[in-house]
Each structure stands twice: as structure tokens, then as C-alpha cells.
């Protein structure tokens, strides 16, 4: 089980980028998963989740901004995020856990995710 981030980047304010994570050799149809961000001397913060029921939740401050989903193999995940601001700059990492459906309450809690990818840097400058 493995997960792989790419799309990151370096990008102005205003502008978009679309982080891709990809599961190799399983489907992510039946894990919650999420994306996170961490920037240094800080913990990880849920950005977005979504479980197999296709219920998503967002942190409020990307809350119309970005937008996470799955394709329909349901072995690639996505955050597209528009309209980027210099305090969104950070390493994002998607991650999973194995349940269906994604606890309601919100942030998510890192320590309850069992597999993360490495980690795609996205830089965004005023």
C-alpha cells in the first residue's frame, strides 16, 4: 500500500494547481481519505477529506477554494486549489485510513491516518 503526491509546485497568488495521489496496486474505494499540509515547526492540519460515501469536508480556510475528489477508478485522488494565497504554502500530503466513511467532526486527526505519501511541496508567492 502505497501512496504517490505530484502537481505540486510554484505558483502566484490567484492562480491554481491540481495535486494528484495515486494508490499503486488498490483502489481507494473503501478508505477515507484526506489531504493534509505542514509547514515547518508546525503540525499537520486537515485541508480536505472525503470517504467512500463521497461526503467531502474542508478546512474553512480553503472552504470555496478548493475542491478534493476521486476519479472514477477510484484510484486517484485530487485537490484542485484555486485562487491560492501566500499562507497556503506548504508540503501537502494526502493520506488514508482504512474506514468507509470519514469521522464527521472536523479537523481530522493525523495519528488516525495509517498511510501517507511522501509529500509534494506547493509554494505560493505575492
Known amino acids: 500500500v502505497q501512496l504517490v503526491e505530484s502537481g505540486g509546485g510554484s505558483v502566484q497568488a490567484g492562480g491554481s494547481l491540481r495535486l494528484s495521489c495515486t494508490a499503486s496496486?488498490?483502489?481507494?474505494?473503501?478508505?477515507?481519505l484526506g489531504w493534509f499540509r505542514q509547514t515547518p515547526g508546525k503540525g499537520r492540519e486537515g485541508v480536505a477529506t472525503?470517504?467512500?460515501?463521497?461526503?467531502?469536508s474542508y478546512a474553512d480556510s480553503v472552504k470555496g477554494r478548493f475542491t478534493i475528489s476521486r476519479d472514477s477508478a477510484k484510484t486517484t485522488l485530487y485537490l484542485q486549489m484555486n485562487s491560492l494565497k501566500p499562507e497556503d504554502t506548504a508540503m501537502y500530503y494526502c493520506?488514508?485510513?482504512?474506514?468507509?466513511?470519514?469521522?464527521?467532526?472536523?479537523?481530522?486527526?493525523?495519528?488516525?491516518?495509517?498511510?501517507w505519501g511522501q509529500g509534494t511541496q506547493v509554494t505560493v508567492s505575492s
Open positions: 472525503t470517504g467512500s460515501d463521497g461526503r467531502v
Open positions: 493520506a488514508a485510513r482504512t474506514d468507509l466513511l470519514c469521522p464527521p467532526q472536523w479537523p481530522p486527526i493525523p495519528a488516525h491516518f495509517g498511510i
Open positions: 496496486g488498490y483502489t481507494l474505494s473503501t478508505y477515507c
